[in-house]
């Protein structure tokens, strides 16, 4: 325990936390000076005024406008200065710069020599006018298009995913590249990272990229320094810094692993031992992903160099990490990726249109259940309609406060037709939406404002896949271990649970 705490008050995140305290208490004493200057009271009076207006006519969710609204009335003088510090996520002319010389290879990448789209395309068109219509959606606003000659495999669990992981490592023969939001050390790590430096040895490149507040309390600070040592190529996304700052909030979330161009993987897991039941946190712990194999793998080495390359502030030669293998077909497989820099919510709007268009059934399991109007309304609308809608959430959560939002809004659901239940042995952490049989979406997008606004996402469409078969079947057996949430358990719980989720909700977006 000694241990533990000195580690603590020794690491990069508790003095990163002293100086932005110091910080905040130099506003304090600032804004204490400040109510005795009537000049200074008008000033930030003023900005306050010119950052709700600005709030307003900005294109952004009506609940992000209202959270921030509630803090623009509650602290009328101080709440533009929150807003500057916390409230905006622009670039700076030369990143932003840098951000879309990227976008316009990525899309000459997308579109070039033989791995035009124009085909699978048309024959998903084919297959499903609808379905080609949002395949059709996702391909023009992320630039991902859909893909045939892919090969796919579903993981109903951490603990399978990670074999296979380690088996196809091994067979790397030119390169590896890995993006995850979290790595931990312990025992998935330490057999991933020893299967790396032997690659290495071996002459094969290993590109690591992770999330550096996502990974804080799992690996220890500067870990990035020790894993250059060793002969990797890391990154750790958007460092933390000891200074107030509103671009902390977006986040790299997305889950990539792509070997030799020919084999990539995606879903909801993270490279630490919790993932695969190796260690248990909240119960056991319920996650999936997917492998592909062949052309689809393209979409997923690409948006791994893309935020490589915005990172290091180099460009790469995209072109030489293409596939080199086409595997036989299985369904239409359209991996995608979403950014919290630009104005378009991709993968909200994806799983809305899968709502929208289901006549039959959606099944959606997700750790977090903090809607918008949008999506909520989406939701009512199909189950009004005689959809069957059902979401599976984690009867233990990993944030208590996430979780009475997540509760606070089962109610406009269950009211609507919406099912709604409780995963009883632990944590569910899987991110799928299953359809009618024909389209499923896995990947690492949480039904919640900092995935839809904040972070760095991506995800996988499956069309007419034999994985939506999967995803179905599998969330079929996560069902009969959950417990059903009725009307009356979400009115009979205590008034502190309520107050406190309707309070939280409030705050939601700006959780």
Known sequence: MFRKLLKFFTGRLFISLVLISLQIAILINIFGFAQNDALWIQFLSGLSIMMALVVVVRDLNPAYKIGWMLIFMTIPVYGGLFYILFGTRGLNARLRARLERLDELNQRGMAGGAYSNLLPMKALAAYSRTLARQAQYIAHISSYPVWGNTEVEYFASGEDWIKDVLVELRKAKSFIFLEFFIIGEGEVWDSVLAVLLEKRMQGVRVCLMYDDVGSIFDIPSHYDRK????????????????????????????????????????????????????????????????????????????????????????????????????????GFVQPFADNPLDNENVAENAYIQIISMAKKYVWITTPYLILDNEMLTALKIAAQSGVDVRIITPHKPDKWYVFAVTRENYRPLLES????????????????????????IIGTINMDYRSFYLHFENGVAFYGSSVVQKVHDDIRKTLDVSRLITLDFVKN??????????VLKLAAPLL
């Open 493 to 502: 719980r205590s008034w502190i649970k309520k107050l406190a989720g309707m």
């Open 227 to 330: 894993l250059r040592s060793l002969g990797l190529e890391v990154v750790a996304f958007n460092p933390l810094k000891a200074h107030l700052n509103s671009r902390s909030n977006s986040r790299d979330h997305r889950k990539v692993l792509v070997i030799d161009g020919n084999v990539g993987y995606t879903g909801g897991m993270n490279i630490a031992d919790e993932y695969a039941n190796r260690k248990i946190r909240f119960g056991h712990w319920k996650d999936t992903a997917v492998k592909l194999r062949g052309d689809a793998v393209w979409s997923l080495t690409q948006m791994f160099l893309q935020l490589w390359a915005f990172s290091i502030g180099q460009p790469m030669d995209y072109y030489a990490y293409r596939p080199t293998i086409t595997c036989k077909t299985d």
């Open 417 to 440: 037709g919406v099912k709604i239940y409780e995963y009883i042995p632990g944590f569910l952490h899987a991110k799928m939406f299953v359809s009618d049989d024909r389209v499923a």
